[in-house]
């Protein structure tokens, strides 16, 4: 009677027993890739919908005189002749010779362009030529305080971008000088900070303005402003 082949016996089952044990290892790893695989695409796919245009939030509306636009022209806004400012303003042309009511907002434009670039470089001598004696005072006043507490500003006019006239007092023979109201809108970047460089007034982003200037005619025929206030 022939021996039963034991060897052959252990030798299956050792290679059965080591090709499941495989099996199981490998099959758990290529599972565990394909769930990763998956969650790779799938995050690729939501990045393009993004960089497609869609799933991106909705963005704000650009900024005046941002870089590649074209600057907007300024507009000036001039009342109907038949309205009493419009009346008013007939009459200042008819005592102040060349006098033109749009003329004159374009050279309010330029004055309100230089008092702001000379007042934040603190350039008293371009503000005397632009200011009257009490507004010059007070701008020298802010100037200096400013430098005690070592403040530094930061102040750029981006765009002007309409001058409208509020009032007009033609002059008269009782001595009173020819006055103009004039609205200005611009868009600037204002802003101060302390020496520690922290943000105590204003703010970074571009910011709208309304200011109210009026100009007075001096005895020599030059227009000066006599007056400032925030609307």
């Not at 998956?38 to 393009?48: F, I």
């Not at 009490?134 to 070592?150: D, I, P, S």
């Not at 007092?169 to 802003?191: F, N």
Request: some cysteine; hydrophobic content about 40%; glycine content about 8%.
């Amino acid at each position: 009677m022939t021996a039963f082949p034991w060897d052959i016996v252990f030798w299956a089952l050792l290679a059965v027993a080591i090709g499941s044990t495989l099996f199981f290892v490998l099959g758990r790893r290529m599972g565990a890739q394909t769930i990763r695989q998956e969650q790779v695409l799938t995050a690729r796919a939501v990045g393009r919908k993004q960089e497609n245009g869609m799933a991106e939030a909705p963005k704000p509306p650009p900024l005046p005189n941002r870089a590649g636009e074209e600057q907007k022209a300024t507009e000036y806004g001039l009342p109907q002749a038949d309205t009493p400012l419009g009346q008013a303003l007939a009459r200042v042309g008819a005592d102040v010779s060349g006098f033109s009511a749009e003329y004159f907002l374009k050279k309010a434009e330029d004055v309100f362009a230089r008092t702001v670039k000379a007042f934040a470089c603190a350039d008293m001598s371009t503000l005397e030529k632009v200011l009257a004696p009490t507004v010059l005072e007070a701008f020298r006043h802010v100037l200096e305080e400013r430098q005690k507490r070592h403040e530094q500003v930061h102040l750029e006019l981006r765009r002007i971008e309409r001058l409208d006239y509020v009032s007009a007092v033609p002059a008269d023979e009782s001595g009173r000088v020819c006055r103009l109201g004039v609205r200005i809108v611009s868009w600037q970047v204002s802003y101060c900070r302390d020496e520690g460089g922290t943000l105590v007034e204003g703010t970074e982003a571009v910011t709208e303005f309304r200011d109210r200037w009026s100009f007075e005619q001096g005895v020599n025929g030059q227009w000066k402003v006599v007056a400032t206030e925030a609307e």
